[in-house]
C-alpha cells in the first residue's frame, strides 16, 4: 500500500513538473521567440534542470511536438465555438478569419509549429497532433463537401486536403513582414482570398464535370 501511494505521489509530481515546463517554455516562445527555447534555456526559466526535462520529455523534439499539440487545440477550440450558418461558403470564410486572426495573434506558437512541419528528414506527427488535425479536417469537410457535391467520395478528400495544405503553406507569409496593413493585400485578408479562389475553382471543376 505504501509503495502504491508513493508511485502516485510521483507520478502526481512528474505530471505537475510536465506541466510547469510546458507553461513555461510557451511563454518562453510568445515572449521571446523559437530560437530561444533550447533546454538550456527553458531549464534556467522554469527553475528546473536539463536532465528533468530530458528525463520527462526523452527530447526537445518531443517538447516541441507537446506544444504544437496545444496550439492546435487551442485553433481547433476557436473554430468550434463558432456559431454555423445555412450558408457553407460564409462558415468557410469565417474558419479563414479565425485562422489568420490566430496566427496574427500568436506568430511565434505558429512559427514553432509551421517551422517543424517544414523541418524535412523524419517529420512525423505525434498522435495527439494527428487527433487534433483530424477534428479541424472534419469542421473543415463539412462545409466543403456541399458545395462540390457532384464529385467522388475521393476527389471530394483530395481537394479537402489540397485546401489545408494551401491553407497551411500560405500561413507562412501571415509570420512575415512581406505584407503589411498599408497594402491592398494584407494579412488579415490573404487566408480569405486564397480560399474563394479555391471554393471558386472547385465550382467551376464541378460544373464541367
Known amino acids: 500500500m505504501i509503495d502504491d501511494k508513493d508511485a502516485r505521489l510521483k507520478a502526481f509530481v512528474r505530471n505537475k513538473t510536465k506541466e510547469a515546463l510546458l507553461k513555461c517554455g510557451r511563454k518562453l516562445v510568445i515572449n521571446e521567440g523559437i530560437n530561444a527555447l533550447s533546454a538550456r534555456k527553458l531549464a534556467q ?51 479563414a478569419d479565425v485562422l489568420a486572426s490566430y496566427i496574427m495573434a500568436n506568430p511565434n506558437l505558429w512559427a514553432l509549429l509551421y517551422n517543424r512541419y517544414l523541418s524535412g528528414d523524419g517529420f512525423k506527427l505525434t498522435i495527439a497532433e494527428a487527433r487534433i488535425i483530424k477534428k479541424i479536417d472534419i469542421l473543415i469537410s463539412f462545409q466543403v463537401v456541399p458545395l462540390i457535391k457532384k464529385m467522388s467520395a475521393k476527389e471530394k ?53
Open 45 to 95: 526559466a522554469a527553475n528546473s534542470s536539463v536532465g528533468m526535462i530530458y528525463n520527462i520529455f526523452a527530447t526537445m523534439d518531443n517538447f516541441i511536438a507537446e506544444q504544437n499539440a496545444m496550439t492546435l487545440n487551442e485553433l481547433s477550440a476557436k473554430m468550434s465555438s463558432l456559431t454555423m450558418s445555412k450558408n457553407p461558403f460564409n462558415n468557410l470564410n469565417h474558419y
Open 157 to 209: 478528400k483530395v481537394s479537402i486536403k489540397v485546401l489545408e495544405m494551401a491553407l497551411f503553406a500560405m500561413s507562412g507569409y501571415l509570420l512575415s513582414d512581406r505584407l503589411n496593413n498599408k497594402s491592398s493585400l494584407n494579412k488579415e485578408t490573404l487566408c480569405k482570398l486564397l480560399m474563394n479562389t479555391y471554393i471558386a475553382g472547385m465550382v467551376s471543376l464541378e460544373d464541367i464535370k
